[in-house]
């Protein structure tokens, strides 16, 4: 079959078989999530004894610790998974050999494959073995690319100089900005809003939105120990011109982006199958983030962050995570206050070491390379009217490399700034208090 398809044609494609054999993969890695797997449970106390050394001008390793229980529920699904491979080729054989169906059968198996890493991560957390765990997180992430690493190295001398960022402002946007600043939201508040953002996309009830004891950011996940949800964290307050920007990122994007993905490619879209790798997921996100920031007249970035990127590289010469932070610090530092600038080194080094020990050389885990290489692709990919495959962010690029030998992406027109857009009415609706 050489003539490309429309996504929504894929689905024909789908036997009862390969469903089947789908939904009992996805019953086992519903509740793996790597990032609830890598968080230390004491990472609180570290970051405190971190930040009153690193005052005194030293740095040290941290000592991280992990839920063991969490750790070895996903260690002992090995079992599990090799039981289910029994009948992966049975359910395989049933789909068509065309091409359509070859690539469901590639992208089958390389879910199954990366539950497979996922387990050897969790073994490998449970059991202290650092360089392992690195190689399975880089097996399921990727690691950065040189070019990455030398443009986030120029980035981030062009932050250091006072560049780097755009903006378009006038008097009656500074005069927006500044009503939405004073308006403060709650951890109930931003639920509230978060549930109404969903209601008025059409997929309110499709996961539930909680406020969480435990959790250190908002977070859409399409898995956890609970399935699909989004949490909030009890203590976090915004103020109206952030909380804009976080419905576009985590509502109008990721869950919107997993809804889509779901419906154009059921049970490997999204969901308990939801790939690991989220290039596309944050691309599409941060872009919107910068179109949200533009509209508004505020400072937008050019680029992500690049010091998440940075500090990969450097973990990757097998630095520790205290020569990470030393060598980062020295970059963060021009870019702002001396606390803050601590701060961000340390937040930094704690997401490119979570999974390890914390005190051991031969460890990196790049998830968040994410944010700053998805700007980039994300931006080529709106260059090129393929906002088609950001609004199916969920899958993965490979999925989507994958999908391009069958599938004909619709090219469609600016969907950021009908994003952007969509958002105005939600300002004029806080500041007429009616939220």
């Known amino acids: 079959m050489s003539t490309l398809i429309p996504l929504s044609e894929i689905v024909k494609y789908y036997t009862p078989e390969l469903r089947n054999f789908l939904i009992s993969l996805g019953n086992i ?60 080729g049975p359910a395989l054989s049933t789909v068509s050999n ?43 992430y990727g690691y950065p690319t040189a070019q990455t690493v030398s443009v986030a190295l120029t980035y981030a001398d062009c932050l250091g100089q006072g560049g780097g960022k755009l903006q378009q402002d006038d ?6 900005r500044n009503r939405l600043k004073e308006l403060e939201f709650d951890a109930n508040r931003i639920r509230e809003n978060f549930i109404l953002a969903a209601e008025q996309c059409g997929f309110s009830e499709t996961r539930p939105v909680e406020i969480s004891e435990y959790t250190t950011a908002i977070d859409v996940r399409d898995k956890s120990s609970r399935g699909p949800i989004v949490t909030i964290p009890a203590s976090r307050k915004v103020n109206g011109l952030k909380l804009v920007e ?28 939801k790939p690991a790798d989220e290039v596309l997921y944050e691309g599409h996100a941060t872009l919107t983030d910068y179109n949200t920031k533009f509209n508004l007249g505020d400072e937008a970035p050019l680029r992500q962050s690049p010091f998440y990127i940075l ?51 031969g460890y990196v885990f790049t998830k968040d390379r994410a944010y700053f290489e998805g700007r980039v692709i994300a931006e080529r990919l709106h260059e090129e009217k393929l906002d088609s495959i950001l609004e199916i962010s969920t899958l993965s690029e490979k999925d989507i490399q994958v999908l391009r030998t069958v599938v004909a992406f619709e090219q469609k027109e600016n969907n950021q700034i009908k994003t952007v857009l969509s958002m105005w009415n939600l300002i004029y609706q806080l500041l007429d208090g009616k939220l």
């Open 311 to 361: 500090a990969m590289a450097e973990a990757n010469n097998r630095a520790t995570f205290a020569e990470t932070a030393a060598s980062l610090y020295k970059l963060i530092r021009p870019t702002r206050s001396d606390k803050s600038a601590m701060a961000l080194t340390w937040t930094t080094c704690l997401r490119v070491f979570r999974g390890s020990s914390g005190n051991e050389k």
């Open 171 to 176: 008097a009656n946007l500074r005069t927006i």
């Open 29 to 88: 890695a519903q509740t793996m999530n790597i990032v609830e797997m890598v968080t230390p449970v004491n990472a609180s106390q570290e970051k405190e004894k971190w930040l009153e050394a690193a005052e005194r001008g030293e740095w040290k390793n941290p000592h991280f610790q992990y839920n063991k229980d969490l750790l070895a529920t996903v260690a002992n699904s090995k079992q599990q998974l090799e039981d289910l491979f029994e009948i992966m």
């Open 98 to 140: 065309e091409a359509p169906g070859k690539v469901l059968c590639e992208l089958t198996k390389s879910r199954y494959k990366e539950i497979e890493s996922t387990i050897l991560l969790a073994q490998h957390i449970l059991s202290g073995q650092d360089s392992h765990a690195g190689e399975d997180a880089k097996a399921i």
């Open 246 to 273: 976080l419905i576009g990122h985590e509502i109008l994007c990721h869950w919107g982006d997993s809804e889509r993905a779901a419906l154009a490619l059921p049970l490997l879209g999204s969901g308990a199958l």
